[in-house]
Nanobody, 127 residues
Framework: QVQLVEYGGGLVQAGGSLRLSCTAS????????MGWFRQAPGKEREFVAA????????NYADSVKGRFTISRDNAKNTMYLQMNSLKPEDTAVYYC????????????????????WGQGTQVTASS
């Protein structure tokens, strides 16, 4: 019902910036909580950031707090992740996710809760 596609990954030097985008088709995202997750080789998928349906509430993993900013533009059916001051440990495949919710305040941080996932985009921060 919801198809998600990530854009914006790439190779950058440590300390650089990237902006990831996640665009949805099939349904409007106005009633979906959304989030970003990442998975590095040999590691489990981990939570990065999440945002409520209208963007009024957000949550971040401690490892990215102060460096990454999640946002969304429901008119464009798109979610963003602005990544600044990238570190080598940020290197991973980044996935966007969406979950239908019934409260505008809901922020979903558990990957197990999300129903829809994108295919992922590679982010590499080199020393």
């Amino acid at each position: 019902q919801v198809q998600l596609v990530e854009y914006g990954g790439g190779l950058v030097q440590a300390g650089g910036s990237l902006r990831l985008s996640c665009t949805a088709s099939g349904r409007t995202l106005s009633n979906y909580a959304m989030g970003w997750f990442r998975q590095a080789p040999g590691k489990e998928r981990e939570f990065v950031a999440a945002i409520s349906t209208g963007g009024g509430s957000t949550n971040y993993a401690d490892s990215v707090k102060g460096r990454f900013t999640i946002s969304r533009d429901n008119a464009k059916n798109t979610m963003y992740l602005q990544m600044n001051s990238l570190k080598p440990e940020d290197t991973a495949v980044y996935y966007c996710a969406a979950d239908r919710v019934y409260s505008s305040r809901t922020v979903v941080i558990s990957g197990r809760q999300y129903e829809y996932w994108g295919q992922g985009t590679q982010v590499t921060a080199s020393s």
